[in-house]
């Protein structure tokens, strides 16, 4: 964690990962939390993710990642690495809507979500590209991502956007400024979970990504306020981001 005012030049940073207890399926970053705006690196970032094999995993990082840079820590490494296309969801429904990145040009751009798979169990090295964003690693500022609209005649198929949690930490979703809910992936069951920002405790790792659906082009953005950032999966506190003006002031349960 840093604090105060006093500049701080960084010349490499790198963040390993590490395991959780007896599941090796969750990945749980190291983690940094940055309350000074004067800290600088001025060489290499690289985040360290673990996959187990064959296992799809959800990632985001905060700066941009060339696809071609990615090592890792076992030779002969075989992997899948693919993005989401709201606009192929939005127009032919759910089917297809899965796209494979070319590894030789791809650049995935800070804060943006893609799935992952290895086939054999390993360590994985992301490094940032050399530009101005991989300052987002230590920066003590908000973070606001425009989404896609992607209109549909189904509402179920509207506006899906994979996006991930900007800061090297965890974030508490009641922070959020948006209200829809939040859907990640549970890599330990192999499934989709919905949270709702109001009502359900869930704390964002570390380069995690997830979905959220676009409300429309009024509301085409979710930010995360610095209030939300933490170091822990605990949720300490409800206090969300003021709401926006969109909400609806009541609320339908329907059981489906």
Known sequence: KFNGTNPQNINNLIM?????????????????????????VNGMVRVVLYTPKNRWYFFSLPFDMKISDITHSVANVQYKIGYYDGGNRAANGATGSWKTFDKENDVIPAGTGFIMQTNKDCWNYFYA????????????????????????????????????????????????????????????????IAYSITDDDYAIRPNEAFFVQCPNEEYNTIGF????????????????????NHVQKERMLVNV
């Open 129 to 192: 590209v050399d530009n101005a964003m991989k300052q987002n690693i230590v920066s003590n500022r908000e973070f606001v991502k425009t989404l896609e609209v992607n209109t549909s005649a189904q509402k179920a198929n509207t506006g899906w956007n994979l996006v991930g949690n900007p800061y090297q930490c965890f974030y508490n979703s009641h922070c959020l400024n948006f209200t829809a809910p939040i859907t990640v992936w549970d890599a330990y069951n192999r499934k989709y």
């Open 16 to 40: 390993s990962g590490y395991q959780n207890g007896s599941s090796s399926y969750t990945n749980y970053p190291g983690q940094i939390y940055s309350n000074c705006d004067n800290i600088k």
């Open 225 to 244: 306020p610095l209030q939300g950032r933490q170091f822990t999966d605990v949720i300490a506190s409800q206090n969300a981001a003021p709401a926006k």
